[in-house]
């Protein structure tokens, strides 16, 4: 069962590290980065030099049983790591003046964090079995106590 002491083992983002990554947004684990399609190799090929394995956010679900919904919900709220590359286009207006686009993002989250999710929704599913287990031993404790006391009642009365 988790213990109230449970800390998630998140990923380690090294200084060294936080250069090619970028920042987090505020109250999350979601590192964002910009640049051009260079940079994003760069990125790309640092991150995988630093992490051992990492899979899109639509991959998480091979290793937990979650929905996409749920995956944003957690890297929202803080609860799993999101590395994101937005590649930023230069174009130039028709009068001539520079134009930023910038593109949807790559986004790897670390297997090893989905691995860790995975178990702790096994942990909880397994302590939810175990609370029923002992309520059914708590009820059925009652019934024998409820029997008892009408077995001794019938006796009371003869």
Known sequence: MES???????VDVPNSLKPIVGKPDSGTRMYRAEGSDEEMVVWFDKLHEHFDQLVSPGGVSIF??????????????????????????VRRTWL???????????????????????????QKADGRAEERLTEKEIQKSENKIMEGKKRRGRFERR
């Open 96 to 122: 001539g003046r520079k134009s930023y686009m910038r593109t949807s993002p790559y986004g790897y989250i670390p297997v090893s964090e989905c691995k860790a999710w995975a178990e702790e929704l096994k």
């Open 4 to 10: 109230m002491y449970y800390k998630f083992p998140f």
């Open 64 to 89: 937990v049983p979650a929905s996409r919904a749920a995956v944003y919900k957690r890297i929202e709220e803080g609860k799993l790591t999101l590395f994101l590359f937005h590649v930023v286009k």
